[in-house]
């Protein structure tokens, strides 16, 4: 099951997500209801979480949307004309990306990657009410910085179940869902270049890139955690224009999601909402010196979720 966030005639709503349609919730349940003499609740607001796993309205969701597959042709007469899709959770409490959890990514940037044992996850923040981007959205080219712009396809998993000391072995049960995150970064960002260099400016320099306004379109939609039993086993890639530049499975993860969650829970509660992104694999433009501009077209794309398309303005 995908779920997706739509806006229609300034309504924001939640719909059953297809590549080519988006069947409105409240729409098709009624539809369902009325094949199947089943009473339905799924409500008429846009928050995907209670129909998510661990929602309250998880079960029916799952009725209507198994009842669509089976009827395409009901899709196409319930699909919301005109619909623009938005990002799946608009306001998550956090928004936690890692940094080098791939080794070939490491090592296109000059890095050695350090096997799991001994290392940890690196774990950054984006700031969720201004770098959230939507499906199809732009992206702007900061005027402050605007010469190495950068993509980073990541798998994205959002917490549907309160995780606090998880245990590994545990830690997908607490998973909602899964969704595609684009990581935008700028890799050259100097704020004041008169500056008098410090110890840590690299540091900074390298997180103030990941905060620019935009720069973390969430979508197209979020794929139901029971519809993916082994988020390690997904194909992602992301094309520039059409061409491709990254093309990895999850499987080459140094940190796993279930590690990831042990790993942040361990220290921060997670709650129903919370979105983390695990990372990039190699393939990003500046391994290469090549960087975003005006009118270029992402796509990434992630297998069993589906293709998060943004444009660069």
Not at 132 to 139: M, R, T, V, Y
Request: with cysteine; net charge neutral.
């Amino acid at each position: 099951m995908r779920l997706c966030r739509f806006e229609q005639d300034g309504k924001a709503q939640a719909g059953f997500y297809f590549d080519k349609h988006i069947a409105p919730v409240a729409a098709a349940a009624k539809a369902v209801q009325g094949k199947t003499d089943r009473k339905l609740s799924l409500g008429n607001g846009d928050d995907l979480l209670p129909l998510l796993p661990h929602g309250k309205r998880h079960a029916d969701a799952k009725l209507v949307a198994a009842w669509l597959e089976k009827h395409p042709n009901a899709v196409g007469e319930l699909a919301a004309k005109g619909a623009r899709l938005r990002t799946p959770v608009p306001r998550p409490n956090k928004l936690f990306l890692l940094a080098g959890n791939y080794a070939k990514h490491i090592e296109e940037g000059g890095g050695i990657a350090v096997a799991r044992a001994k290392t940890f996850p690196y774990v950054f923040m984006k700031p969720a009410s201004t770098a959230l981007n939507h499906p199809d959205g732009e992206i702007p080219i900061p005027k402050v910085s605007p010469d190495h712009i950068d993509w980073e396809c990541e798998l994205a998993f959002v917490i549907g179940k309160t995780a606090i000391g998880v245990k590994e072995a545990d830690a997908l049960k607490h998973v909602a869902g899964y969704t595609v995150v684009n990581d935008i970064s700028d890799r050259e960002f100097k704020p004041n270049l008169d500056r008098e260099e410090r110890k840590n400016d690299g540091f900074f320099d390298w997180l103030h890139g990941k905060w620019h306004d935009g720069f973390c379109p969430v979508g197209p939609c979020i794929t139901s955690a029971d519809a993916i039993p082994d988020p390690q086993k997904l194909q992602l890639t992301l094309k520039v224009n059409g061409e491709l530049k990254q093309d990895a499975s999850t499987a080459l993860q140094i940190f796993p999601v279930a590690a990831v969650i042990e790993f942040i829970s361990s220290y921060v509660t997670l709650e129903p909402g919370d979105i983390i992104s695990t990372g990039t694999p190699a393939g990003v433009g500046n391994a290469k010196g090549t960087y975003l501009k005006a009118g270029d077209k992402l796509e990434a794309a992630i297998e069993g979720i589906g293709v998060l398309k943004n444009r660069m303005v």
